[in-house]
């Protein structure tokens, strides 16, 4: 059996066999180089990456909660059609919490009459609400922010809003005719 497995070397060797397999072997081991630098590379761009960003905190809703003031990006309030739309956006990187949306006639009494939940998102966005049984005459609305502990963190200005006089012009049932009120 000696004999035969030393006699079968060199007829690997003529036959160039050993030659193909240190060259294969060779190639891997480039190829096995080459995969090992693209994980480190994809480890050390994840680590920096990481490290780059900015730690998400909630900085900036600490400022507004110091100064018990709630900031928007944008913020409008308009009535239409016997409705109250209200339209707020939040600004990035904000908190959980809820909004509560207070209506008042005389701008010191409030009462809740809305409620939206707050997302926390890296991004800006736009909450709505409508009110659908608005008071007649002027009114005044503001928006407070409470956290997920129900503690207040901030309200908004006061927006205000009027709705609008009646039509001074109708139409007189009897004569068709248009008149004044």
């Known amino acids: 059996m000696k004999n035969q497995f030393t006699r079968s070397i060199p007829g690997f060797m003529q036959n160039g066999m050993i030659q193909s397999l240190k060259t294969k072997a060779s190639g891997n081991s480039f190829f096995l180089y080459a995969l090992e630098l693209v994980i480190l590379f994809v480890l050390v761009f994840a680590t920096v990456s990481t490290f780059a960003q900015a730690p998400k905190t909630s900085a900036p809703a600490k400022a507004v909660a110091?100064?018990?003031?709630?900031?928007?990006v944008k913020q409008q309030i308009v009535y239409n059609s016997g409705?109250?739309?209200?339209n707020w956006i939040v600004k990035a990187n904000s908190d959980d919490c809820l909004y509560v949306i207070?209506?008042?006639t005389d701008g010191n009494e409030y009462e809740?009459?809305?409620l939206k939940e707050g997302i926390g998102s890296p991004l800006e966005?736009?909450?709505?609400w409508v009110d659908?049984?608005?008071v007649s005459?002027?009114?005044?609305?503001?928006i407070k922010q409470?956290?997920?502990?129900?503690?207040?963190v901030s309200q908004a200005d006061t927006k205000m809003v009027s709705a609008p006089e009646a039509n001074p012009l109708f139409i007189e049932k009897g004569s068709r005719m248009v008149s004044t009120k």
């Open 137 to 142: 005459g002027t009114a005044y609305y503001r």
């Open 83 to 86: 409705k109250v739309y209200f």
């Open 102 to 104: 207070e209506r008042s």
């Open 66 to 72: 110091e100064s018990g003031k709630l900031e928007f």
């Open 125 to 128: 966005l736009l909450y709505s």
């Open 146 to 152: 409470i956290d997920n502990d129900g503690k207040l």
């Open 132 to 134: 659908t049984k608005p």
């Open 112 to 114: 809740p009459v809305g």
